[in-house]
Protein backbone atom coordinates (compact mmCIF):
# COMPACT_ATOMS: atom_id res chain seq x y z
CA UNK A 1 0.00 0.00 0.00
CA UNK A 2 2.39 2.44 0.73
CA UNK A 3 4.52 1.36 -1.90
CA UNK A 4 1.90 2.08 -4.01
CA UNK A 5 1.17 5.67 -2.67
CA UNK A 6 5.20 6.84 -2.99
CA UNK A 7 4.99 6.38 -6.64
CA UNK A 8 3.69 9.87 -8.22
CA UNK A 9 0.09 10.32 -8.26
CA UNK A 10 -1.15 10.93 -11.72
CA UNK A 11 -3.07 14.42 -13.09
CA UNK A 12 -6.16 12.25 -12.91
CA UNK A 13 -5.62 11.16 -9.33
CA UNK A 14 -4.85 14.62 -7.79
CA UNK A 15 -6.87 16.87 -9.78
CA UNK A 16 -10.06 15.29 -8.60
CA UNK A 17 -8.92 14.65 -4.92
CA UNK A 18 -7.98 18.96 -4.93
CA UNK A 19 -10.95 20.25 -6.68
CA UNK A 20 -13.04 18.06 -4.07
CA UNK A 21 -12.05 20.04 -1.53
CA UNK A 22 -13.71 23.43 -2.96
CA UNK A 23 -17.30 22.05 -1.65
CA UNK A 24 -15.97 20.46 1.21
CA UNK A 25 -15.20 23.71 2.64
CA UNK A 26 -18.41 25.35 1.64
CA UNK A 27 -20.90 22.41 2.51
CA UNK A 28 -18.58 22.25 6.20
CA UNK A 29 -18.92 25.66 7.14
CA UNK A 30 -19.66 27.78 4.47
CA UNK A 31 -15.89 28.49 3.45
CA UNK A 32 -14.05 29.49 0.86
CA UNK A 33 -11.51 28.01 -0.53
CA UNK A 34 -8.31 30.45 -0.79
CA UNK A 35 -5.12 30.17 0.60
CA UNK A 36 -3.52 32.99 -0.26
CA UNK A 37 -6.00 34.92 1.89
CA UNK A 38 -3.89 33.65 4.79
CA UNK A 39 -0.84 36.28 3.49
CA UNK A 40 -3.30 39.05 4.46
CA UNK A 41 -4.36 37.07 8.11
CA UNK A 42 -0.44 37.04 8.46
CA UNK A 43 -0.33 40.59 7.90
CA UNK A 44 -3.40 41.76 10.00
CA UNK A 45 -1.22 40.17 12.70
CA UNK A 46 1.14 42.44 13.00
CA UNK A 47 -0.15 45.99 14.10
CA UNK A 48 -0.47 48.45 11.68
CA UNK A 49 -2.55 51.46 10.58
CA UNK A 50 -2.88 49.82 6.58
CA UNK A 51 -7.03 50.02 5.88
CA UNK A 52 -6.93 46.72 4.50
CA UNK A 53 -5.44 44.56 7.92
CA UNK A 54 -7.99 46.29 10.29
CA UNK A 55 -10.16 43.35 11.10
CA UNK A 56 -9.72 40.40 13.64
CA UNK A 57 -7.70 37.88 12.10
CA UNK A 58 -8.78 35.34 14.33
CA UNK A 59 -11.79 35.26 11.66
CA UNK A 60 -9.49 33.00 9.66
CA UNK A 61 -7.99 30.85 11.99
CA UNK A 62 -9.64 28.30 10.07
CA UNK A 63 -7.60 29.20 7.01
CA UNK A 64 -4.64 29.48 8.82
CA UNK A 65 -5.20 26.11 10.71
CA UNK A 66 -5.40 24.67 7.75
CA UNK A 67 -2.47 25.80 5.91
CA UNK A 68 -0.46 24.62 9.24
CA UNK A 69 -1.63 21.50 7.81
CA UNK A 70 -0.31 21.58 4.28
CA UNK A 71 2.94 21.93 6.12
CA UNK A 72 2.17 19.02 8.43
CA UNK A 73 0.91 17.53 5.27
CA UNK A 74 4.17 17.91 3.31
CA UNK A 75 6.17 16.41 6.06
CA UNK A 76 4.49 13.22 5.99
CA UNK A 77 4.37 13.21 2.03
CA UNK A 78 8.60 13.48 2.47
CA UNK A 79 8.65 11.40 5.33
CA UNK A 80 6.07 8.18 4.58
CA UNK A 81 5.96 8.48 1.32
CA UNK A 82 8.82 9.86 -0.85
CA UNK A 83 9.50 8.52 -4.16
CA UNK A 84 13.32 8.04 -4.23
CA UNK A 85 13.04 8.70 -8.23
CA UNK A 86 13.75 12.44 -9.68
CA UNK A 87 10.90 14.39 -10.52
CA UNK A 88 9.63 12.72 -13.67
CA UNK A 89 9.35 15.98 -16.18
CA UNK A 90 9.64 15.23 -19.56
CA UNK A 91 12.92 15.62 -21.64
CA UNK A 92 12.38 18.60 -23.24
CA UNK A 93 11.82 20.60 -19.94
CA UNK A 94 15.22 19.03 -19.04
CA UNK A 95 17.52 19.67 -21.70
CA UNK A 96 15.49 23.59 -21.57
CA UNK A 97 16.59 23.49 -18.26
CA UNK A 98 19.97 22.18 -18.29
CA UNK A 99 20.62 24.48 -21.25
CA UNK A 100 19.62 27.72 -18.76
CA UNK A 101 22.55 26.03 -16.28
CA UNK A 102 20.59 23.49 -14.26
CA UNK A 103 22.03 20.12 -13.54
CA UNK A 104 21.10 18.64 -10.34
CA UNK A 105 17.41 17.37 -10.68
CA UNK A 106 17.21 14.89 -8.17
CA UNK A 107 14.97 16.76 -5.53
CA UNK A 108 11.53 18.32 -6.41
CA UNK A 109 13.53 21.68 -6.87
CA UNK A 110 16.69 22.54 -7.92
CA UNK A 111 19.05 22.42 -4.67
CA UNK A 112 21.41 24.30 -6.08
CA UNK A 113 18.90 27.57 -6.88
CA UNK A 114 16.21 26.94 -3.88
CA UNK A 115 18.92 26.39 -0.42
CA UNK A 116 19.64 28.75 2.48
CA UNK A 117 23.39 28.99 0.83
CA UNK A 118 21.80 30.02 -2.56
CA UNK A 119 20.49 32.91 -0.84
CA UNK A 120 24.07 34.23 -1.03
CA UNK A 121 23.66 34.51 -4.99
CA UNK A 122 21.91 36.60 -7.01
CA UNK A 123 19.73 34.17 -9.04
CA UNK A 124 18.59 32.49 -5.63
CA UNK A 125 17.77 36.00 -4.44
CA UNK A 126 15.60 36.93 -7.14
CA UNK A 127 14.34 33.27 -7.16
CA UNK A 128 13.42 33.05 -3.40
CA UNK A 129 12.70 36.46 -2.33
CA UNK A 130 11.88 38.72 -5.29
CA UNK A 131 9.40 36.00 -6.60
CA UNK A 132 7.69 35.42 -3.03
CA UNK A 133 7.28 38.85 -2.89
CA UNK A 134 5.52 39.11 -6.17
CA UNK A 135 3.68 36.17 -5.51
CA UNK A 136 1.99 38.10 -2.35
CA UNK A 137 1.97 41.54 -4.13
CA UNK A 138 0.67 40.12 -7.40
CA UNK A 139 -2.34 37.58 -5.48
CA UNK A 140 -3.75 40.36 -3.10
CA UNK A 141 -3.96 42.47 -5.95
CA UNK A 142 -5.69 40.36 -8.15
CA UNK A 143 -7.99 39.66 -5.31
CA UNK A 144 -6.47 35.88 -4.98
CA UNK A 145 -3.71 32.85 -6.10
CA UNK A 146 -4.24 29.73 -8.04
CA UNK A 147 -6.83 27.97 -5.21
CA UNK A 148 -9.26 31.56 -4.93
CA UNK A 149 -9.02 32.70 -8.74
CA UNK A 150 -8.05 29.34 -10.89
CA UNK A 151 -9.95 26.76 -8.92
CA UNK A 152 -12.76 28.40 -6.89
CA UNK A 153 -13.37 31.15 -8.70
CA UNK A 154 -13.46 29.19 -12.21
CA UNK A 155 -15.64 26.69 -10.83
CA UNK A 156 -18.15 29.43 -9.82
CA UNK A 157 -18.10 30.77 -13.35
CA UNK A 158 -16.40 34.48 -12.31
CA UNK A 159 -15.11 36.06 -15.46
CA UNK A 160 -12.77 38.07 -12.72
CA UNK A 161 -11.12 35.06 -12.08
CA UNK A 162 -10.97 33.92 -15.74
CA UNK A 163 -9.15 37.49 -16.46
CA UNK A 164 -6.71 36.63 -13.19
CA UNK A 165 -5.76 33.36 -14.58
CA UNK A 166 -5.05 34.72 -17.65
CA UNK A 167 -2.54 37.15 -15.98
CA UNK A 168 -1.38 34.55 -14.09
CA UNK A 169 -0.59 32.54 -17.48
CA UNK A 170 1.11 35.86 -19.01
CA UNK A 171 3.21 36.67 -16.09
CA UNK A 172 4.26 33.03 -16.08
CA UNK A 173 5.55 33.01 -20.05
CA UNK A 174 7.11 36.18 -19.26
CA UNK A 175 9.10 35.38 -16.22
CA UNK A 176 9.87 31.89 -17.73
CA UNK A 177 11.12 33.02 -21.29
CA UNK A 178 12.21 36.58 -20.90
CA UNK A 179 13.31 36.69 -17.14
CA UNK A 180 14.69 33.05 -16.66
CA UNK A 181 17.35 33.16 -19.44
CA UNK A 182 18.37 36.60 -17.74
CA UNK A 183 18.20 35.78 -13.89
CA UNK A 184 20.05 32.11 -15.18
CA UNK B 1 -27.73 25.83 15.03
CA UNK B 2 -25.92 28.92 13.37
CA UNK B 3 -25.54 30.97 16.82
CA UNK B 4 -23.22 28.65 18.31
CA UNK B 5 -19.95 30.07 16.60
CA UNK B 6 -17.15 28.33 17.30
CA UNK B 7 -14.67 29.11 19.79
CA UNK B 8 -14.32 25.39 20.86
CA UNK B 9 -11.09 24.45 19.41
CA UNK B 10 -12.29 21.29 17.98
CA UNK B 11 -13.99 23.13 15.02
CA UNK B 12 -10.49 23.44 13.60
CA UNK B 13 -9.83 19.81 13.27
CA UNK B 14 -11.47 19.05 10.14
CA UNK B 15 -9.56 22.33 8.79
CA UNK B 16 -6.64 20.46 9.72
CA UNK B 17 -7.12 17.39 8.56
CA UNK B 18 -7.92 19.24 5.33
CA UNK B 19 -4.42 21.12 5.55
CA UNK B 20 -2.61 17.57 5.74
CA UNK B 21 -4.71 16.00 3.29
CA UNK B 22 -3.94 18.86 0.70
CA UNK B 23 0.01 18.70 1.89
CA UNK B 24 0.24 14.98 0.77
CA UNK B 25 -1.61 15.34 -2.73
CA UNK B 26 0.39 18.94 -3.39
CA UNK B 27 3.73 16.27 -2.70
CA UNK B 28 2.37 13.06 -4.37
CA UNK B 29 1.44 14.82 -7.33
CA UNK B 30 4.73 16.95 -7.76
CA UNK B 31 2.82 20.82 -8.04
CA UNK B 32 4.92 21.82 -5.69
CA UNK B 33 7.74 20.64 -8.06
CA UNK B 34 10.01 24.03 -9.44
CA UNK B 35 10.46 21.51 -12.41
CA UNK B 36 6.82 21.13 -12.69
CA UNK B 37 5.72 24.59 -12.95
CA UNK B 38 8.25 25.04 -15.42
CA UNK B 39 6.93 21.74 -17.39
CA UNK B 40 3.85 23.42 -17.65
CA UNK B 41 5.05 27.27 -18.43
CA UNK B 42 7.00 25.67 -21.09
CA UNK B 43 3.50 23.07 -22.78
CA UNK B 44 6.03 20.13 -22.58
CA UNK B 45 3.47 17.97 -20.38
CA UNK B 46 -0.14 17.53 -19.96
CA UNK B 47 0.11 16.86 -16.09
CA UNK B 48 0.19 20.27 -14.30
CA UNK B 49 -2.79 20.74 -17.04
CA UNK B 50 -4.35 17.89 -16.33
CA UNK B 51 -4.64 18.94 -12.74
CA UNK B 52 -6.08 22.38 -12.76
CA UNK B 53 -8.72 21.57 -15.75
CA UNK B 54 -9.69 18.02 -13.69
CA UNK B 55 -9.79 19.84 -9.77
CA UNK B 56 -11.49 23.23 -12.20
CA UNK B 57 -14.20 20.63 -13.58
CA UNK B 58 -14.57 18.81 -10.11
CA UNK B 59 -15.06 22.15 -8.33
CA UNK B 60 -17.77 23.62 -10.77
CA UNK B 61 -19.89 20.61 -11.03
CA UNK B 62 -20.34 20.27 -7.49
CA UNK B 63 -20.66 24.11 -6.73
CA UNK B 64 -23.38 24.20 -9.37
CA UNK B 65 -25.02 21.59 -7.59
CA UNK B 66 -24.92 23.32 -4.46
CA UNK B 67 -25.95 26.71 -5.55
CA UNK B 68 -28.73 24.86 -8.00
CA UNK B 69 -29.98 22.95 -4.54
CA UNK B 70 -29.56 26.17 -2.58
CA UNK B 71 -27.27 23.79 -0.18
CA UNK B 72 -26.72 24.73 3.44
CA UNK B 73 -23.70 24.03 5.39
CA UNK B 74 -23.45 21.96 8.42
CA UNK B 75 -24.10 25.27 10.82
CA UNK B 76 -27.89 25.04 8.86
CA UNK B 77 -26.90 28.46 7.25
CA UNK B 78 -27.01 28.89 3.23
CA UNK B 79 -24.30 29.11 1.15
CA UNK B 80 -23.62 31.86 -0.46
CA UNK B 81 -20.70 32.27 -2.71
CA UNK B 82 -20.32 36.64 -3.33
CA UNK B 83 -20.04 37.87 -6.78
CA UNK B 84 -16.83 39.33 -7.35
CA UNK B 85 -16.25 42.98 -8.37
CA UNK B 86 -15.03 43.52 -11.53
CA UNK B 87 -14.40 47.13 -11.31
CA UNK B 88 -12.14 47.97 -14.53
CA UNK B 89 -10.83 44.94 -14.24
CA UNK B 90 -7.40 46.37 -14.15
CA UNK B 91 -6.76 44.50 -10.67
CA UNK B 92 -7.51 41.28 -12.18
CA UNK B 93 -5.31 41.51 -15.34
CA UNK B 94 -2.79 43.53 -13.65
CA UNK B 95 -2.40 42.02 -10.32
CA UNK B 96 -2.52 38.63 -12.52
CA UNK B 97 0.25 39.03 -14.30
CA UNK B 98 2.49 40.36 -11.11
CA UNK B 99 1.45 37.11 -9.29
CA UNK B 100 2.01 34.63 -12.31
CA UNK B 101 5.67 36.29 -12.55
CA UNK B 102 6.28 35.03 -9.04
CA UNK B 103 4.83 31.62 -9.65
CA UNK B 104 7.22 30.81 -12.57
CA UNK B 105 10.43 32.30 -10.55
CA UNK B 106 9.71 30.64 -7.30
CA UNK B 107 7.87 27.59 -8.97
CA UNK B 108 5.29 27.54 -6.44
CA UNK B 109 2.02 29.42 -5.64
CA UNK B 110 0.98 30.15 -1.73
CA UNK B 111 -0.26 26.65 -0.70
CA UNK B 112 2.77 25.06 -2.63
CA UNK B 113 5.49 27.14 -0.41
CA UNK B 114 3.79 25.63 2.77
CA UNK B 115 3.99 22.46 1.62
CA UNK B 116 7.29 22.22 0.36
CA UNK B 117 8.52 23.65 3.82
CA UNK B 118 6.97 20.91 5.29
CA UNK B 119 9.26 18.96 2.79
CA UNK B 120 12.41 20.07 4.10
CA UNK B 121 12.91 22.77 1.74
CA UNK B 122 13.09 25.26 4.42
CA UNK B 123 14.77 28.27 2.85
CA UNK B 124 10.66 28.68 1.36
CA UNK B 125 10.22 30.14 4.62
CA UNK B 126 11.90 33.49 2.87
CA UNK B 127 10.11 33.09 0.43
CA UNK B 128 6.29 33.12 2.88
CA UNK B 129 7.86 35.77 4.75
CA UNK B 130 8.76 37.58 1.33
CA UNK B 131 5.46 37.19 0.27
CA UNK B 132 4.04 38.19 3.42
CA UNK B 133 5.69 41.29 2.41
CA UNK B 134 4.64 41.50 -0.77
CA UNK B 135 0.53 41.29 0.16
CA UNK B 136 1.53 44.31 3.16
CA UNK B 137 3.40 46.34 0.31
CA UNK B 138 -0.07 45.93 -1.53
CA UNK B 139 -2.65 47.16 1.32
CA UNK B 140 -0.22 50.22 1.97
CA UNK B 141 -0.27 51.17 -1.86
CA UNK B 142 -3.83 50.06 -2.81
CA UNK B 143 -5.43 53.47 -2.40
CA UNK B 144 -3.17 54.90 -5.01
CA UNK B 145 -3.34 51.51 -7.48
CA UNK B 146 -5.60 51.33 -10.61
CA UNK B 147 -8.34 48.78 -9.80
Redesign the interface.
Same mark, same amino acid.
Given at each position: MIEF?SQ???????? #??????? #????????K??G? !?E???H &??AM?P?K????QYDWKSG %???L??????????? /???TW?E?PDP?A? !?E??RS??AALGISN?S????SE %????E *??TSGPGI??????????????????G???G? +? /???? $???????L? $?????????????YF??PI?L | MSDKKPNRPM? %?L??????????????????? !???? /??????F? *??? &??? /????????? %?L??Q??KRTK?R???G?E???P #????GT?T????????????????? $????P??????????? &?V????? +??????????L? *?R?PH
Open positions: LPWPWYVAG #PLIGIVV #PALLLLGGQFI !SNLR &MCISVELF %LWNTLIFGVVLGGW /IGVLNVI !SATDLFGLVP %LFSW *SLILIVVGGFLVGFGTRYAGCTSH +A /ISGL $ADLQLPSI $AVIGFFAGGLIATLLI | Y %LPYLLIGIYFGIVFTKSEVI !SWFR /IQEMFRQ *SFH &MYG /IIGSAVLVA %LSVWIKDLDVIVI #PKDMGRYWMGGTIFGLGWALTG $ACPGMFALVGNGITV &MVAIVS +AVAGTFTYGVR *SL
